[in-house]
């Protein structure tokens, strides 16, 4: 009979526990936003509904949004508001990730809202907000997605920070008075209005997908999609053999005659891999994280690269055909290639990707390896041959190589699901949530299988993988994950091997220049703590500049037992699996300690990975 008491006694100290941290949580979301009307010079009868007595998700508080009991939305909007914004009172709600004031009264320059940084949205279209933005204003804001600014009356330069957000989905300053020029933005902007404005100069030709409309009511602006050519030949000497470029180079016979090869070779090129150009975002499934500027550029890149290396021009080009290194899907040669309809995917530390599908059906990533010239024939022959003889559902296998002693060619399969980076942070459409615990526990045990696989198979390599991140782990069309870019490195300049593989990017090398086996492990936990906390890593950025640096982020949340809040709140739902899934933050944590003798060891993170439980 003593059971019962103790049970009982178990219940309610258990039922007081969570009684109290939500009322205290709530308390302060209260205290918060009744600091922030305070604040506000003409809210109360506005916000009269805002009553300390109930809880502000009660649904009784007008424009407060919740999620799971959380404040996650503010949508102030048509209430004539204005005054001060007590920016500091709503960064107090970490979960908040909305922040709309649209029509409203307010004047002034743009207040803080650079401290609230997970939101996803600020929308403050129809204020009177003046002045300049500040440059860096965007900086710490890297999850913002959605910005409204229109309709106030904003000057100075666009903040060139805004260019860094990489998830950047929708960008609406018309109708502000915005000057200088228009900066280029990452390819994931799906939604573009500048119009209204006095910006000058040539329209980025990254921007050219867009509506004429988006740029109207600049009077200086010019070039595509605008019906107004640049008179300034720097606007178009980017696009390869164009008219100003003719005129350039003159009447002499001889000038014409390079003229004609430069655009034969832009034409060969062009037709070889830009088909069809399409836009296409960052970190595309070839995988890398960097956006491809603009398809012409890259063409006038490419360009530039074919002319300098004059191996082209000769009868190499005709001589070296492609070399089959696994015909499981069928044999082709560079002909098919070069009437497959092309797309570019994206450009990275090791070259540029591109998407070519071939009349037979097949569709494959064309990568093109700069970096790769050191090794000859025989031994880059040898290496793609053992890569072609590769079987595991989790590691690709590359089907062919083009060789030429500038440049190489690597082919593989296309993954039509793209890569893990695109499918987490490449917003075209698939939400998150496809990306429920149970796929994401998946894609994790594949991908240790995978390491298991390579691990035995280049077992004698310092670094078994070396380019482990996200975008080199590709998705087939049931979230199997297929590792790419694997045991690269005794293929790439020693010289180059430091900007090109991730693994060069931790802190093995960045602080000891030292890599090794463990560096792979300290890859595979970033892809473990990425995949949990739905975050961006900071370590993918060039500089580290953008995204979470999510190492530091989950080992201050641990020490400081606050685990729970580091999950991906994409992931709130499944509260069954909860404690699954900080075992696997954990693991992950422990992957990333930066002390390689510290570190798990790859055998021993693939073992704890397998003992997870959805
Ligand atoms: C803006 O808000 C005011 C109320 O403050 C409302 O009367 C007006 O219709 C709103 N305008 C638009 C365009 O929604
Ligand atoms: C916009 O700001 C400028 C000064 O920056 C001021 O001269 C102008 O009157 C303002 N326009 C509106 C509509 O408030």
New binding site residues.
């Given amino acids: 009979m003593a059971a019962v008491p103790v049970f009982l006694f178990v219940f309610v100290f258990l039922f007081l526990f969570l009684f109290l941290s939500l009322s205290l949580s709530s308390a302060t979301e209260t205290e918060s936003l009744l600091r922030l009307k305070a604040s506000l010079t003409n809210a109360d009868a506005a916000l009269s509904s805002w009553n300390p007595n109930v809880s502000p998700c009660s649904g009784i508080w007008t424009g407060v949004v919740c999620f799971n009991n959380a404040v996650t939305g503010l949508h102030l909007s048509h209430m004539g508001l204005s005054g001060p914004i007590d920016v500091d009172a709503l960064a107090q709600i970490h979960t908040l990730r909305t922040v709309s004031f649209i029509n409203n009264s307010f004047t002034g320059p743009i207040p803080h809202f650079h401290k609230l940084g997970p939101i996803k949205s600020l929308l403050l279209t129809q204020n ?1 907000f ?2 300049p933005i500040p440059p860096d204003y965007f900086h710490s804001l890297n999850s913002l997605k959605k910005i409204w600014l229109s309709g106030n ?1 904003f ?1 100075g330069q666009i903040p060139p920070s805004l260019t860094q957000l990489h998830l950047l989905k929708e960008l609406h300053l018309e109708y502000n ?1 915005f000057t200088g020029p228009i900066p280029s933005f990452p390819n994931t902007l799906a939604s573009l209005d500048l119009s209204n404005n006095k910006l000058q100069g040539p329209i980025p030709e990254s921007l050219a997908r867009f509506q004429a409309q988006s740029f109207a009511g600049n009077d200086a602006l010019c070039g595509r999609p605008l019906d107004k050519p640049c008179d300034d030949s720097a606007a178009y000497s980017v696009l390869p053999g164009n008219v100003k470029d003719e005129e350039r180079y003159g009447p002499a016979w001889a000038t014409k005659v390079i003229v004609v090869m430069v655009v034969a070779v832009v034409a060969a090129v062009v037709f070889l891999f830009l088909h069809s150009r399409r836009r296409r975002e960052a970190g595309a499934g070839a995988g890398e994280f960097r956006a491809v500027s603009s398809s012409a550029a890259a063409a006038a890149a490419e360009a530039e690269a074919e002319v300098q290396a004059p191996s082209v021009r000769g009868g190499e080009r005709k001589r070296a055909d492609i070399v089959m290194v696994n015909d499981e899907r069928g044999v082709f040669g560079l002909q098919d290639l070069m009437k497959a309809a092309a797309e570019v995917l994206g450009s990275g530390g090791l070259g540029s990707a591109y998407k070519a599908a071939m009349a037979s059906g097949l569709c494959v990533v064309v990568k093109r390896m700069r970096e790769m010239n050191k090794i000859g024939k025989d031994v880059f022959d040898a290496e793609i041959r053992q890569f072609g003889r590769i079987r595991n559902p989790n590691v690709i296998t590359p089907l062919a190589y083009h060789y030429r002693k500038e440049e190489k060619l690597i082919i593989a399969e296309y993954m039509p699901k793209g890569s893990l980076f695109y499918v987490m942070h490449g917003d075209r459409g698939t939400s998150h949530s496809e990306l429920n615990w149970p796929t994401r526990l998946k894609i994790v045990k594949g991908i240790a299988r995978g390491l298991s696989f390579l691990y035995t198979e280049f077992s004698t390599y310092d670094l078994p993988h070396g380019n482990l991140k996200s975008s080199n782990v590709l998705l087939s069309d049931d979230y199997e994950p297929l590792l790419s870019d694997y045991a690269f490195q005794p293929l790439i300049n020693p010289s180059v091997a430091t900007k090109a593989l991730f693994a060069y990017k931790t802190p093995d090398y960045v602080q000891n220049q030292k890599v090794s086996q463990k560096t792979d492990v300290y890859c595979l936990g970033i892809i473990i703590l990425e995949i949990i906390t739905g975050r961006f890593p900071s370590q993918y950025h060039i500089n580290g500049k953008a995204g979470t640096d999510v190492v530091q982020m989950v080992s201050t949340g641990i020490s400081e037992n606050r685990e729970a809040e580091l999950i991906d709140p994409e992931l709130e739902n499944d509260t069954n699996s909860r404690n699954n899934m900080l075992q696997l933050l954990h693991i992950g944590a422990a992957c990333t300690e930066s002390n390689p003798g510290e570190r798990l060891k790859m055998k021993e993170a693939i073992r704890r990975i397998e003992e997870v439980q959805v």
Avoid: L
Wanted: proline letters at 0%; charged letters at 15%.
């Fill in positions: 009177r003046s002045g009356n000057s008075a």
